[in-house]
């Protein structure tokens, strides 16, 4: 990754968002879904370090050449973690220290909203290897994930993903997978990039979103020809014709091509615009013995407003 894509924190910095993650963790009512536990974690965010703060202020205003950011040395107490989850759908429902540090950094960005279709509209999801879901292209499977943006289908997608670890593989050998499309529209031809920039793919919504129709047909490359945003998921988007179909792949090699792996570690958030960069993750091997892989997710929306329609009571679930 670029140099300044990558921000750690100090020892010092680490020991005060410890302190706040503390201060969030046990504000009452004790459950991370309460508006006024949100509204207690927006606050203190103003209370994280002020380094940090300033850096995810400039990454909201341009994302940079990887449209991504890995913020390192959060604090993480491997040794008072539960067994890692192994249920489809994990979710945390009850605040600790893990689910307070990205709940205060992640809040920091913008607001966090969920899917009332997807992991129970909880606002901090798990993400976690599940016996019988090896196969499965979701973050439940095990095998190679392929490159998407996270629920392309829907008009309301998260602006930004947030994973934060606190449990690598055993092997070490799993990576998140980030591809920008800043790097990737340079390796196109112009005749591919003029298919992409029409509405001619369709994005069907997953499994998990029984109630929701397919998008409406859309391109692939959105906006600025010279700094274009991207909607698509090689797992599920349909081009709607032969030559819609071929341009896809064109662009699906390119991004191939400037993909990044990222090993993440234990007190490593991964952040990417939801816009600009397609993520994924590597095949590994999960041992289902409470020490597997272990992320908290969250997404957050920077216009709150846009999808207050489908947000009952201004709550941070989306229908
Ligand atoms: O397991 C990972 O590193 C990423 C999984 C993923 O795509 C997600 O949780 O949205
Ligand atoms: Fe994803």
């Known amino acids: 990754m670029d140099s300044q894509s990558v921000f750690v924190l100090t020892d010092d910095e680490r020991a005060q968002l410890s302190e706040v993650a503390d201060e ?33 202020r400039q990454f909201r205003h341009d994302a940079g050449p990887d449209g ?68 499965e292209q979701n973050n439940a499977g095990s095998q190679r994930l392929g490159m998407h943006a996270e629920n392309t289908f829907h008009d309301n997608r998260p602006d930004y993903v947030a994973l934060f670890c606190m449990r690598a593989d055993h092997d070490r050998v799993a990576e998140l997978q980030v591809t920008c499309v800043r790097q990737a529209v340079a390796l196109l031809t112009d005749a591919d990039r003029a298919i992409l920039t029409q509405p001619r793919y369709v994005t069907p ?19 600025a020809d010279d700094d274009p945003n991207v909607r698509v998921d090689f797992i599920s988007t349909e081009a709607l014709d032969a030559e819609a179909g071929r341009a896809k792949d064109a662009l699906e090699d390119a991004f191939d091509k400037v993909v990044q792996g990222i090993k993440l570690e234990p007190g490593d958030l991964a952040i990417v615009n939801n816009h600009l960069v397609l993520h994924g993750r590597s095949h590994f091997t999960p041992r289902y013995d409470g020490k597997d ?26 229908d």
């Not at 993480?76 to 429902?93: C, F, H, I, N, Y």
């Open 24 to 56: 969030l963790a046990a504000a009452q009512p004790a459950e991370i879904d309460h508006p006024e536990w949100m509204g207690r974690g927006r606050d203190l965010s103003a209370a994280i370090p002020v380094r940090l703060a300033a850096r995810l």
């Open 68 to 135: 991504s950011i890995l913020i390192r040395n959060l604090p993480v107490r491997e040794a008072e973690l539960p067994d890692t989850p192994q249920v489809l759908g994990s979710v945390e429902r009850t605040p600790a220290h893990s689910s307070s540090v990205i709940a205060l950094t992640t809040l920091q960005l913008g607001e966090i909203i969920a899917y009332r279709n997807e992991k129970s509209g909880a606002l901090v999801q798990n993400v976690v290897p599940v016996p019988g879901q090896e196969a």
């Open 205 to 223: 919504p997953p499994s998990s979103f029984p109630t929701q129709t397919a998008s409406e047909p859309h391109a692939l490359l959105i906006g």
């Open 293 to 318: 892989r272990w992320l908290h997710r969250t997404f957050v929306q920077l216009d709150h407003r846009r999808s207050r329609a489908v947000r009952q009571s201004n709550g941070n679930v989306l």
